[in-house]
């Protein structure tokens, strides 16, 4: 006789799966990451391409640990639909340290909205002569005007972008690394010839950092467009796809700077480097292009804060957005890109170590208690609590 159950599942109908709503859920990661860090390689460098082929390793460790967090943190908003997409903290780490971390996050993602301001005032610095406040008034002004359409525009708008600009960074370091062959032979012998500046005493601990710092960063966003998601399915494709995506480009690109190791150290925007040495018509193109890879992770950063404090596009929120982007604005001409990247990604970084193991842990607990939150079976005891608490 058939069993009865296989009958019954075998008639359940499949979920159809919206390859456009995972591609611009992809997107919408991958341009979250990019911002001025990696679009000018200045966080490449410090963090992969300064530990040689060790770093590059590095780069590997970080594609698997991204996979794991973005998948969380979007299927886990997506099954708990938290009323702030912060919540997740609390889910993860309990009560009080997760308003810790919450507020911590806020801070990191703040401070890095700044970092932003500074990456555009040196790309345009660096490229073009002109005085840094010029490229920081821009993106100031283009990130609050972004911001104040809502979260729904700002993920079609990124997503569309995101894409984009990986492909043609991946284009970038595949030129450089096959016009520069013999220097990515001999790099392992250039490096310590040359000063760099290095996010930790070794690759491992880098990538470690790195990853912490992304993950302050793609928690509360990652949340809330999964809160948005009615698909878990596309939810989880779309993560993944855009870990993959990301993490492969952050390879390609710290390989071409490792092959030009010599012209990039020391250097502001490496990447214009690498795009000046094919041609300097390309150099100038990939400057605009970096000023869109700042600018896709700009509007969600400045959003973030802005959202945790007050209800979307209210006029609160919009007088807190314009307030937030013009303080973020001084402090961003003032201090030097590359010191904001070294000082404010790694120490924020080894804070986000603590949410990875925190996250392990709960991971861990789960399967222990038979429960999977990511299937939406989640333990409704910890959801209560959880949102009586917050």
Request: glycine share 12%.
């Amino acid at each position: 006789m058939s069993n009865p159950s296989v009958l019954k599942n075998s008639t359940v109908k499949k979920e159809t799966i919206n390859k456009k709503n995972v591609v611009t859920i992809a997107g919408a990661f991958i341009a979250f990451l990019i911002g001025s860090g990696f679009a000018t390689g200045q966080e490449v460098l410090q963090y992969f391409t300064s530990y040689g082929y060790m770093g590059i390793l590095g780069a590997g460790v970080t594609l698997f640990l991204l996979l794991y967090v973005g998948v969380s943190f979007i299927t886990v908003g997506q099954a708990h639909k938290f009323e702030k997409g912060s919540d997740i903290f609390k889910y993860y780490c309990g009560e009080k340290l997760g308003t810790f971390f919450d507020y911590f996050s806020v801070l990191f993602i703040y401070l890095s909205f700044t970092v932003m301001i500074a990456g555009a005032g040196a790309t345009f610095n660096q490229h073009f002569g002109l005085p840094v406040y010029i490229g920081g008034i821009l993106m100031a002004v283009l990130a609050t005007s972004t911001v104040l359409f809502g979260l729904s525009n700002i993920v079609d708008i990124i997503g569309k972008i995101g894409p984009v600009i990986v492909v043609i960074s991946i284009a970038l370091g595949l030129i450089s690394i096959f016009q520069n062959f013999d220097g990515l032979v001999r790099a392992n012998e250039i490096l310590p010839t040359v000063e760099l500046t290095r996010a930790s005493t070794n690759w491992f601990f880098a990538a470690c950092s790195y990853v912490g710092f992304c993950m302050l960063w793609l928690a509360g966003f990652l949340a809330a467009i999964g809160g948005t998601s009615e698909s878990k399915k596309e939810a989880t494709y779309g993560a993944t796809l855009g870990a993959v995506g990301f993490s492969v480009a952050v390879i390609i690109v710290a390989l071409g700077l490792l092959s030009c190791i010599q012209d990039v150290a020391g250097s502001q925007i490496p990447s214009l480097h690498l795009a000046g040495n094919i041609h300097p018509t390309l150099a100038l193109v990939f400057s605009f292009i970096i000023v869109a890879g700042i600018y896709t992770t700009a509007v969600p950063l400045l959003w973030s804060v802005s959202a945790r404090f007050t209800e979307d596009k209210s006029p609160k929120f919009r007088t807190l957005t314009v307030g937030l982007a013009l303080v973020g604005l001084v402090v961003g001409i003032w201090l030097p890109f590359d010191k904001l990247v070294n000082v404010v990604y790694v120490i924020n970084g080894y804070v986000g170590i603590g949410l990875l193991l925190l996250m392990f842990v709960k991971s861990a607990r789960n399967k222990m208690q038979g429960t999977n939150d990511l299937n939406g079976s989640s333990n409704s005891g910890d959801q209560h609590d959880m949102r009586k608490n917050a």
